[in-house]
């Protein structure tokens, strides 16, 4: 490690003297023309054209640069919603002297992590090896063959906050490069050697059991805050993985403590800040452990991946509180994120005319204007105070026992207590919508878009609500008409532009999504689909009982990464697992069963090393500690089904698999054989290898369901 020393410095400015320091005022910045990201298909990266900082992508040509003029990398990883990475760009990388030294003594490469998880991955993996900790802007230091030897996130433009200062420290590593060279290389070889070796260290087996998924139900429990729901303290993050296992966890063992847990956790979420009371959607996280203020970037993932707890919470209680939120939240995606030809877009910013927040928070004096009479309840609805909640007499929108005391004074209905919230909130909506938005990054990524589409898809099958079936329709056939190529799929999309990088996580989301659009739609094209995927998945990215991050053959990593851990989203590996069990019992093909067996056993020591970082895998425990539930439907009667179907989602049947026929056309599958040739709609029930009759009306169903679900 390069260390800060005053004498170091003083040892900078002398070769500086040497080296012309004085000249690098004669370099040409990029003042009044685009740099090379004006080229950039990435929004992050073409909000970074007019900096003065000779940028390049990601590319060979940088490399080149950089081993002909034997210059370090400063590589620089961020994405357009984050707060910081605006930050860091606007001290530093539009900083003229800052510029004039990355210029001179470097080759400056920028990374939108959304394009390029597998860089981020690789370079994020550093960044924890070296600082302990990790987050973006992620800022790294490197030979010109991509060995990292120093690495950090957020660094001022001088020293404060604790941290150094980015000129000191760019002019000390340009120094230690130039006076240590040889030192350097052996530290990043060091450095490298270790990260691969870590990245390929096998995990000791342990076989997946009811001991293992009640362990790691109670080490979960135990990271519970009890008071105001999620996990740890601040900041929190939403964890859907480990609610939806809690949730399987109860059913497994007859305690509701765990699924209390997660009900208290969504309610909370849904209580707080971190939800956008009048937009619908999630922001990212809370800086606090109450929900209350989020860092107000909006993630596509985000909001996927918590439609489906909250359509579990809805199954499990029946309570409306936690549809609503699924509406509120699929109504932002559908009308703020989605592609005009059905794709979904990735984030939205924090930040709007250079605040974070500023379009979300509100001062009581501009709510009293605006409701007039209604002024005094609903801002004790929302908690706003002349104090405010968030910085400078500003409030965020939150809910607590105050409301419930608002809905006792009004003496209203629930029905006409919700007509006036809504009605409130249109009023306040329609003031919001006048303000400056927060940018939304509009490129579109396969492996996002295919947990869209599962949210999607299971919400019509809980719902009914055509229109969510439609997005999801639209969302997949956007992504295989514009990404998918002779059984390729490529990773991401913006005005006509393709990133051809070929990711597991792409893979493994989207194969899941059209399994769920199969399940709610019965049409058998994306059935077809996700399982020829599913062999290219194991072509390219499956060696010795592992899924990979990356192809073997991907050159442009320093090695291979594999990801064994639930983090903001799940971990694609475990989520191939799952894809492969669902696959197998929905087709009956076991050609896949090898794969799905070695993989599950190899990573199976993780669920009971670390359960908090592996609900995914934990739920994919739970699926094959038992026969999956066979339900199949056969008719042509859509508008019946329908109304049948909701009958099924609105139960919690974790283990599920539904096949269906109503096209008319035969089907192969193995399921369906014997059971298509019907006069009416009918549906098929088996659970552990048996069957029972098949129903044909809703009664008869009513009675198959409280079987299946053992009550």
């Avoid at 707080?272 to 922001?283: N, V």
């Avoid at 990524?445 to 439609?470: C, D, H, K, M, P």
């Amino acid at each position: 490690m390069v260390h800060n020393t005053r004498l170091l410095i003083i040892l900078i400015l002398c070769l500086a003297m040497i080296l012309g320091c004085s000249e690098i005022g004669e370099e040409t910045l990029h003042t009044k023309t685009k740099n090379r990201l004006a080229n950039a298909a990435s929004p992050y990266l073409q909000a970074h054209a007019d900096n003065p900082v000779d940028w390049y992508e990601w590319s060979e040509e940088a490399f080149e640069k950089a081993r002909n003029e034997n210059k370090p990398i400063f590589l620089s990883i961020g994405y357009n919603a984050c707060h910081w990475c605006h930050v860091m760009e606007h001290e530093s990388f539009e900083n003229d002297e800052i510029a004039r030294i990355l210029n001179k003594f470097f080759v400056s490469i920028k990374v939108d992590r959304e394009e390029r998880p597998d860089i981020d991955q690789v370079y994020m993996s550093a960044v924890m090896a070296m600082t302990g900790g990790g987050g973006w802007p992620m800022s790294i230091f490197m030979t010109p063959d991509k060995k990292p030897f120093f690495a950090g996130t957020y660094f001022p433009p001088v020293s404060n906050y604790g941290r150094p200062g980015f000129k000191e420290l760019l002019t000390e590593i340009a120094f230690a490069y130039e006076s240590r060279h040889d030192d350097i290389i052996k530290t990043a070889e060091t450095i490298t050697s270790r990260l691969s070796q870590s990245a390929t260290q096998s995990i000791s087996p342990r076989p997946i059991s009811r001991e293992v998924l009640v362990s790691g139900a109670d080490e979960i429990l135990r990271n519970v805050d009890f008071r105001n729901g999620g996990f740890g303290s601040n900041p929190k993050f939403p964890q859907s993985a480990a609610v939806e296992f809690l949730f399987r966890a109860s059913r497994l063992t007859k305690n509701e403590e765990y699924s209390q847990a997660g009900f208290l956790t969504l309610k909370k979420m849904s209580e707080g800040g971190i939800y956008d009371h009048l937009g619908g959607g999630f922001h990212r996280y809370s800086v606090d452990e109450k929900w209350l203020i989020p860092h107000f970037e909006k993630m596509l993932y985000d909001n996927a991946l918590l439609v489906k707890s909250y359509l579990e919470a809805y199954q499990l209680t029946g309570e409306a509180e936690y549809l609503e939120v699924v509406t509120g939240t699929l109504g932002f995606l559908q009308r703020e994120m989605s592609d005009s030809e059905g794709g979904f877009y990735s984030t939205m910013d924090a930040d709007s005319e250079g605040e974070e927040g500023k379009f979300y928070v509100w001062k009581k004096s501009e709510v009293d204007e605006i409701m007039g009479d209604d002024s005094d309840w609903i801002c004790r609805y929302y908690g706003i105070t002349v104090s405010g909640s968030f910085e400078h007499g500003l409030n965020v929108l939150h809910l607590g026992r105050h409301s419930q005391d608002v809905m006792d004074k009004l003496q209203l209905s629930p029905e006409e207590f919700r007509e006036k919230i809504e009605k409130a909130n249109l009023t306040l909506l329609d003031v919001r919508s006048r303000r400056v938005a927060p940018a939304i990054d509009d490129k579109i990524l396969v492996s996002w878009n295919g947990l869209a589409i599962s949210a999607f898809s299971r919400a019509y099958q809980v719902t009914g609500e055509a229109g969510y079936l439609t997005s999801a329709r639209k969302a997949a056939d956007f992504i295989l008409k514009k990404l998918y190529d002779e059984g390729t799929l490529y990773h991401s999309y913006r005005h006509g532009k393709i990133l051809r990088v070929e990711l597991l996580e792409d893979y493994a989301y989207f194969i899941a999504g059209l399994l769920d659009l199969y399940q709610a739609s019965f049409e058998e094209n994306y059935l077809r689909t996700a399982r020829q995927l599913a062999d290219r998945t194991v072509e390219l990215f499956y060696d010795s009982d592992q899924f990979y991050s990356a192809p073997a053959n991907n050159n442009d990593l320093i090695f291979r990464p594999r990801d064994i851990s639930d983090g903001a989203t799940p971990s694609p590996a475990y989520v191939m697992i799952r894809n492969l069990q669902y696959l197998i019992a929905i087709t009956g093909d076991n050609s896949l069963s090898n794969i799905r067996d070695e993989s599950l056993a190899a990573h199976s020591g993780m669920a009971a090393q670390s359960p908090q970082a592996t609900g995914t895998l934990l739920m994919a425990g739970y699926f094959a500690l038992s026969e999956p539930i066979e339900i199949v439907v056969s008719g042509n009667d859509s508008q019946k089904m329908t109304r049948f179907n909701r009958e099924i989602f609105s139960r919690f049947l974790p283990n599920k698999i539904v096949i269906g026929n109503i096209s008319g056309e035969k089907s192969n599958l193995p399921l369906l054989q014997g059971r298509q040739e019907v006069d009416q709609l009918t549906y098929f029930f088996c659970r552990d290898k048996a069957c029972r009759l098949p129903v044909t009306d809703l009664a008869g169903l009513s009675q198959e369901l409280n079987w299946l679900s053992g009550l």
